[in-house]
């Protein structure tokens, strides 16, 4: 698997996640593609160091530190909430008007609450029944994007955590979608040793756009 790179220097890599892959090995998603190893083949063997993640099933802009130092100082960027990250979705539901969803987001595998919030705008109304939207997380918590659109009853197509079945099921058998409408698509970050500001920019995979492209041009009943 040759992974797209979107900046590469000697303190990081920033690369273009595929849906499906991991990035570290995890009982749960075994014979998945590791992003870590298939990363450090490409590059001839030079330690990384992953400093957060994207859900299997999602796609687009990662960061990997290339040492120690770096990632402990982009572990601290991530904890003070400076970066600015914006995913792009496919929701289930109208969405007319820009939503503030600030609601505790429970941590797996404990009954530990923490705080965060997400803005979400829309972009586009899909067959008067989706939405398409652009959220920006201003916290960092495991599964914050697709809780928090649950939560306000619109959960993100292909979701199987979060979503429903049936709807899974019918963008899966009518649009040959196979994942979760979950992208990241823009990620802003201070560099953590170079006094710049880096902006990465990652579009919408071939799948997700034929997805679009197939629902807008749908004529069939939709859930």
Sequence with gaps: ???ELLHIDEHLVVV???AWSVVHPTRGARGAPVLVHELRAQLGGSPL???HRLDRQASGVLVIAR???VAARLSDDIRGSRWDKHYVALCRGVIQDSLRIDHPVREV???QRRTALTHVDPLEVYCNRYTLVHAEPRTGRRHQIRYHLKHV????VGDANYGQGPINRFFRESFGLER???HAERLRLDHPVE???LELVCPLPPELVATLERLELHQGPVL
């Design 1 to 3: 698997m040759a992974l």
């Design 16 to 18: 273009n996640k595929p």
């Design 49 to 51: 160091f992953p400093v």
């Design 67 to 69: 040492s120690s130092e």
């Design 109 to 111: 595998g404990t009954d």
């Design 153 to 156: 009853a619109h959960p993100i």
């Design 180 to 182: 979760m409408f979950l």
């Design 195 to 197: 006094s710049r500001r």
